[in-house]
């Protein structure tokens, strides 16, 4: 694990990098952004569509996932809710950073501070937050010189770790986590992805349950099958195994072979011979 120097450093080598050689695709992202309001995308209708929706489940990080993924892809960023990238400049380390440090999304979200984050200051309902979400197309990701374009849906996860201590109730930190994930997927539909791009949405720090978010998400998805065509939950270890019980590709079991009988073999105390049986004159010799 690179140390928090370490990451700073590579943060003002990526910045520069998307500065210079992504100028004009960070520019295009940027104008055609869309801001969904508090309340706005949990409202959004979600058209009927054939077929049903595939899911899978990987410990990859985001970015690795999106090079994966087919078809127009959209990748949730759990953002900073009041500042762009959260820290990224500063070595912090988490899902936002690992996007930023892979594409030209911190330009991007930088570019839209005074449209989103600043806005947001004064609406953080003790680290509830709200639904109010950034919509970021066309981010350029790049690894190992191949470029590989996805939206960006930009929307903060409910910490309810804080919302506890700020005396905020499980009722009102549940509600807070349903409404996000209804808005998230809503925006997802919405916007036409083929594949969608999702962490372990309000688990880890931010102190849900792990089987919380898979049910909400599970609910979701048996309501509206093939609204999202395939959505992938790229998810650390500690949430792997319950994310994987519900979203993970499952095998089809392998067929039973049938074993053939065994004959029992002969042994002294079981073979019963009589001479008298033998054809006539047919003889034993010693």
């Given at each position: 694990?690179?140390?928090?120097?370490?990451?700073?450093?590579?943060?003002?080598?990526?910045?520069?990098?998307?500065?210079?050689?992504?100028?004009?695709?960070?520019?295009?992202?940027?104008?055609?952004?869309?801001?969904?309001?508090?309340?706005?995308?949990?409202?959004?209708?979600?058209?009927?569509?054939?077929?049903?929706?595939t899911t899978s489940v990987t410990t990859?990080?985001?970015?690795?996932?999106?090079?994966?993924?087919?078809?127009?892809?959209?990748?949730?960023?759990?953002?900073?809710?009041?500042?762009?990238?959260?820290?990224?400049?500063?070595?912090?380390?988490?899902?936002?950073?690992?996007?930023?440090?892979?594409?030209?999304?911190?330009?991007?979200?930088?570019?839209?501070?005074?449209?989103?984050?600043?806005?947001?200051?004064?609406?953080?309902?003790?680290?509830?937050?709200?639904?109010?979400?950034?919509?970021?197309?066309?981010?350029?990701?790049?690894?190992?010189?191949?470029?590989?374009?996805?939206?960006?849906?930009?929307?903060?996860?409910?910490?309810?770790?804080?919302?506890?201590?700020?005396?905020?109730?499980?009722?009102?930190?549940?509600?807070?986590?349903?409404?996000?994930?209804?808005?998230?997927?809503?925006?997802?539909?919405?916007?036409?992805?083929?594949?969608?791009?999702?962490?372990?949405?309000?688990?880890?720090?931010?102190?849900?349950?792990?089987?919380?978010?898979?049910?909400?998400?599970?609910?979701?998805?048996?309501?509206?099958?093939?609204?999202?065509?395939?959505?992938?939950?790229?998810?650390?270890?500690?949430?792997?195994?319950?994310?994987?019980?519900?979203?993970?590709?499952?095998?089809?079991?392998?067929?039973?072979?049938?074993?053939?009988?065994v004959a029992d073999e002969d042994t002294?105390?079981?073979?019963?011979?009589?001479?008298?049986?033998?054809?006539?004159?047919?003889?034993?010799?010693?």
């Amino acid at each position: 694990m690179p140390t928090r120097d370490e990451r700073r450093e590579a943060a003002a080598k990526n910045l520069a990098l998307m500065r210079g050689a992504f100028a004009s695709e960070t520019k295009a992202t940027v104008e055609a952004a869309k801001i969904y309001e508090n309340g706005e995308g949990r409202e959004l209708p979600v058209a009927e569509a054939e077929g049903e929706t595939t899911t899978s489940v990987t410990t990859d990080f985001a970015p690795k996932a999106v090079f994966g993924a087919q078809g127009k892809v959209a990748v949730v960023d759990p953002c900073s809710f009041t500042r762009p990238g959260g820290a990224y400049e500063d070595g912090s380390f988490g899902p936002e950073q690992i996007l930023c440090a892979e594409s030209n999304l911190y330009p991007a979200l930088c570019a839209c501070k005074e449209l989103y984050h600043s806005k947001n200051r004064g609406y953080s309902s003790g680290m509830l937050f709200t639904d109010r979400a950034l919509y970021l197309p066309d981010v350029a990701f790049v690894r190992d010189g191949t470029i590989r374009r996805a939206d960006v849906l930009a929307i903060p996860e409910p910490i309810r770790t804080r919302a506890l201590e700020n005396h905020r109730s499980e009722r009102e930190c549940e509600h807070a986590l349903a409404s996000r994930i209804e808005s998230l997927l809503r925006i997802a539909a919405e916007s036409g992805c083929e594949t969608l791009v999702v962490g372990a949405f309000g688990c880890g720090p931010q102190g849900f349950d792990a089987e919380m978010s898979v049910g909400l998400f599970k609910a979701w998805i048996e309501a509206h099958p093939g609204a999202i065509a395939h959505i992938t939950f790229a998810v650390p270890r500690a949430s792997f195994d319950a994310f994987d019980a519900a979203f993970g590709e499952k095998k089809a079991p392998e067929p039973e072979v049938a074993q053939a009988p065994v004959a029992d073999e002969d042994t002294e105390d079981d073979f019963d011979f009589d001479p008298a049986d033998l054809p006539e004159g047919v003889t034993l010799r010693a």
